[in-house]
């Protein structure tokens, strides 16, 4: 089948080389425009375009979808089917009628639970148990397209956004090789979403990952989990913000906030019901460390408290 691509994150890589094993001509990869990045702020290719253009593959970054701008490249191309992964923007309709088998996309949830760009963190921050990607066959709205293949994943205890961000690439790329097979044998019937059931997850700032410590422990380590690799759960202190990288339960009890002192684990810190022990964090300008090597060579700092 000829396809043409759309994505731009890393989770839209595997799904790529997925089509390409398979032997679908892939006509050409739409992506995001090269932006700066880093504390160098180096202009840096997404990471679909670096891994297309290892593949041989003809790249395209529009600036814009509307006005028919890409229209010329559809007739070029003539693809008979569309594949969208975290592309990043809404396909205008002159877009999503141009291919024989329409235009299909990869999302990371079970829609229609969490639609929109930050399906995977949500599901960790919210302490979900199952997630999954599904495929469905987009229209205008966002992911609110009927739904061709669904498939589950169980989010273990100690998964970070970013791992269960791998897991369901991995799962992903396997579902939509089977959707796009489904498609051109005619096996697959689109199925409407329930719209009763529809949640949403919006972008997740930096501001929404500051600790509250009179939060429960649970929630406390889901943020944890749930902004790693980005933003990183973070908190104020007397030693300035701290960032924290890992965290596990911890039975001793304080006033919310209050550093309980070293243990085993880590540093222990009270929540409402609780407490954790935070076993790798940062300080302010210096490395990502446990902190009993943190400690060593600093004024404790048991008694404080964290805000």
Known sequence: MKILY??????????????????????????????????????????????A???????????????EAIMPLLCELTPDLIVVVAYGKLLPRYILDFPKYGCINLHGSLLPKYRGSAPIQHAVLNGDKITGVTTMLMNEGM?????????????E?????????????????ELLSETVKALADGTVTPVPQDESEATYAPP??????????????????????????WPIAYTDSDIGRIKI????????????????????DGLCVATADSSISIMRFQVESGKRMAPADYFRGHQSIEGTFFK
């Not at 001509?25 to 180096?42: H, S």
């Not at 253009?53 to 006005?67: A, I, M």
């Not at 205890?157 to 897991?167: G, I």
């Open 6 to 51: 759309m994505g731009t994150p890393d989770f839209a890589v595997l799904p790529l080389e997925k089509l390409i094993k398979d032997g679908h001509e892939i006509v050409g990869v739409v992506t995001r425009e090269d932006k700066p990045k880093g504390r160098g702020m180096k202009v840096s290719m997404t990471p679909v375009k670096e891994f």
């Open 157 to 173: 205890e100690n998964d970070t956004s970013e791992s269960v961000f791998d897991k369901l690439s991995a799962i992903g790329s």
């Open 53 to 67: 253009l290892t593949q041989g593959l003809r790249v395209f970054q529009p600036q814009s979808l509307k006005d």
């Open 245 to 264: 990288y890992e965290a596990c339960m911890c039975d001793a009890h304080g006033t919310p906030g209050e550093v309980i002192g070293l243990n085993d």
């Open 204 to 229: 997740i700032r930096k501001d929404d990952a500051k600790i509250s410590w009179d939060m429960s422990s649970d929630k406390i380590l889901n943020l944890i989990r749930g902004s790693y690799s």
């Open 143 to 155: 992911d609110t397209g009927d739904i061709l293949l669904k498939k589950e994943l169980v989010i």
